[in-house]
């Protein structure tokens, strides 16, 4: 296996998904850092920011993590509102950066690693839950949600500590409120 700058690129081809958490937060932080925001902008992009990471802590709430498969919670409405909570997060802040070139480069990051990370989550799932997911995934879309649930499951219930031990997910917001908070610190 190669190392360095080959392996780096070696990954980006064929595992780009495992950079997809990693390049979204270098976004977040390099747009509130040299951030010039706009009162309008800045303001029109708080309530996509809120939102994304609100639908973040409700998905990682009702993800079961190889157990079962979630199609309760958010997951009655899309497969993937974990992405879909990351994407209107980050359109969120680069919106309310004020910086011309966020709107493009994050739609670059959107294009570079969301489709394959659907593809291989769907896999996995698929390979996973075999004909519960191939019921849900028949009425239920990727990333753009359905007006009405999915039939209701019981249990769904959303739990906080679910959420925070699947991976972090309270504490990963409290970090992208900081960075909204000193994207705020730079408005004029």
Not at 51 to 62: E, Q, T
Not at 92 to 114: C, K
Not at 161 to 170: A, H, I, T, W
């Amino acid at each position: 296996m190669p190392f360095g700058l080959e392996r780096f690129l070696a990954d980006i081809r064929y595992h780009r998904e495992r950079f997809r958490q990693f390049t979204g937060f270098c976004f977040v932080i390099l747009v509130s850092v040299v951030g010039r925001p706009k009162e309008f902008l800045f303001y029109a992009g708080v309530p996509l920011i809120l939102l994304g990471i609100a639908v973040r802590l409700w998905a990682s709430g009702h993800v079961k993590k190889n157990k079962a498969l979630a199609t309760d919670g958010p997951y009655a409405y899309v497969r993937h509102p974990q992405y879909v909570g990351n994407i209107t997060l980050g359109f969120g802040f680069a919106l309310a950066s004020g910086l011309w070139w966020g709107l493009p480069l994050f739609l670059g990051i959107v294009l570079l690693f969301y489709p394959p990370a659907v593809h291989k989550e769907d896999e996995k799932l698929h390979k996973a839950f075999e004909k519960d997911w191939e019921k849900w995934s028949a009425e239920t879309r990727a990333l753009l949600p359905r007006l009405r649930p999915y039939q209701r499951v019981r249990g769904g219930d959303w739990s906080f500590m679910q959420s925070l031990r699947q991976n972090g997910e309270p504490i990963i917001d409290l970090l992208l409120l900081f960075w909204l908070y000193i994207l705020f610190l730079r408005l004029p």
